[in-house]
């Protein structure tokens, strides 16, 4: 059972490049969501998904595409990166429900020159 | 809108010290509230939760955290610091929209623990 992965755990681009960053679970969560982290700002919701085909925006969406075609994965693609985009992205998954844990992968460390 | 405001960006105590992190929410319905920690270079990792079955919630590695509604506050507690409890923590509400769950969380408080 790894949890949640995500892949790669560092990467740098340059300004109007594009990308991905991969997620997955492997506990059959219907509920994931991304994040991202910036100092002294918590995390911020990105987009989110309560299932596969079912895809929804969060607080800070602009200049992110996400997609849903299994459960197990959800990946956020940034389509024309940009210096604002240098952050730390997590993905997380859950049961849903107000009141069930989301797990957390490790992060991916983004930096755009 | 529900909302978390954690007071200290940083705490410093020594080791063996009493731990204690501050977390104030704001919800219009009875909360769902959360800690999490995250260690350096690591993703969030939940320490506790609140879901009204208790006001006095204990989670790992030795914290807990008291729910007080006349205070609005969940604030977390270690009777004795360690210094592998050095993280930074986070406390979160939880919310839903249109039928999915939110994290709002807090702005993170970083923990120093001194020799």
């Known amino acids: 059972n790894a949890g949640v992965t995500q892949t790669p755990k560092f990467q740098v681009l340059k300004t109007g490049q594009s990308m991905t960053l991969q997620c997955a679970q492997d506990m059959n969560h219907e509920y994931m969501s991304w994040y991202r982290q910036d100092p002294g700002m918590g995390l911020r919701l990105i987009h989110y998904s309560v299932g596969a085909g079912i895809t929804d925006q969060g607080e800070v969406p602009n200049g992110y595409n996400v997609s849903r075609s299994t459960t197990e994965d959800f990946p956020l693609r940034l389509l024309s990166a940009a210096p604002s985009q240098t952050s730390v992205y997590f993905c997380?998954?859950?049961?849903?429900?107000?009141?069930?844990?989301?797990?957390f992968g490790p992060g991916t460390r983004l930096t755009v020159l | 809108a529900q909302s978390v405001t954690q007071l200290g960006s940083h705490v410093s105590v020594s080791e063996g010290a009493l731990v204690l992190l501050r977390c104030n929410y704001s919800s219009s319905v009875p909360p769902y509230l959360f800690w999490y920690v995250q260690y350096p270079n690591q993703g969030l990792q939940l320490l506790l939760k609140?879901?009204?079955?208790?006001?006095l919630v204990k989670g790992i590695n030795g914290f807990e955290a008291e729910f007080k509604k006349s205070e609005t506050s969940f604030h977390l507690t270690k009777p004795s610091a360690h210094m592998s409890d050095a993280a930074e923590y986070f406390c979160?509400?939880?919310?839903?929209?249109?039928?999915?769950?939110?994290?709002?969380f807090g702005q993170g408080t970083r923990l120093t623990i001194n020799p």
């Open positions: 997380a998954s859950s049961y849903g429900g107000r009141y069930n844990e989301q797990f």
């Open positions: 609140y879901t009204s079955a208790a006001t």
């Open positions: 979160a509400v939880s919310d839903m929209i249109q039928g999915a769950q939110k994290l709002v």
